[in-house]
């Protein structure tokens, strides 16, 4: 079974630059979540995804951040402009179901750097 | 509110010894604990997990963790670690009705040949 898939895997681009990153989750895994992760911090939720419908989107910083998952599939999560701050790992995970007891399973994270 | 303390940073141990790696919670309900480890440049892969039943839950590579409802601790433990087990680990926290996992700050096991 594959895993979660993300890319780019790195990013460099200039603040105030859009940038958009994709990932597609396990195959049959309903549920997808978008993390923040800072450098020497564990990662934070941004959303997460039940199907099409964005549940729980509370830590999205609206003003720059979006993110679509269209046909309850794969996922954009897009930054514009891009800040200095933003610069960080975004990492993508799936589950089966959104329950608690449900293993998330994370991708490899796409690391984005800000100049 | 949920939160989760790894409170140590850096955790080093011979080849060959046990390791602990050590995690507290707290939570307004009952817990659902988690423990991921990840490696440089990759995302976090899913060691082991506790729902309910057994304090004691086993799960990859020889990892085990016990739950200790009191103490509210979640501590990672191996028999006999490995130079390939040093990597970056962290604890999570999900409560039950509620589908956010809230991760600790990491501990950084350095297993020293």
């Known amino acids: 079974e594959a895993g979660v898939v993300q890319s780019p895997r790195y990013k460099i681009i200039e603040k105030k630059q859009p940038v958009a990153f994709w990932c597609n989750p396990i195959?049959?895994?309903?549920?997808l979540y978008w993390y923040l992760q800072n450098l020497g911090q564990g990662p934070e939720l941004l959303i997460r995804y039940e199907n099409e419908e964005a549940v729980d989107d509370s830590q999205l910083p609206k003003d720059r951040f979006s993110a679509e998952r269209l046909k309850g599939v794969d996922s954009t999560l897009k930054i514009q402009p891009a800040e200095l701050g933003d610069s960080a790992v975004y990492l993508c995970?799936?589950?089966?179901?959104?329950?608690?007891?449900?293993?998330?399973?994370f991708g490899p994270g796409t690391r984005l750097l800000v100049l | 509110a949920q939160s989760v303390a790894q409170p140590e940073d850096q955790v080093n141990v011979a080849e060959g010894n046990p390791l602990t790696v050590k995690c507290t919670y707290s939570?307004?309900?009952?817990?659902?604990l988690f423990w991921y480890v990840q490696y440089p440049n990759r995302g976090l892969q899913f060691l082991l997990k506790?729902?309910?039943?057994?304090?004691l839950v086993k799960g990859s590579y020889g990892f085990e963790a016990e739950f200790n409802k009191s103490q509210t601790s979640f501590h990672l433990k191996k028999p006999s670690a490995l130079v390939s087990d040093s990597a970056l680990y962290f604890c999570?926290?999900?409560?039950?009705?509620?589908?956010?996992?809230?991760f600790g700050t990491g501990t950084r096991l350095t297993v020293i040949p």
């Open positions: 195959s049959g895994h309903n549920t």
């Open positions: 939570v307004s309900g009952n817990p659902y």
């Open positions: 506790y729902i309910t039943g057994d304090n």
């Open positions: 995970a799936s589950s089966r179901t959104g329950t608690g007891q449900e293993t998330q399973y």
């Open positions: 999570a926290v999900r409560v039950t009705g509620a589908n956010n996992l809230f």
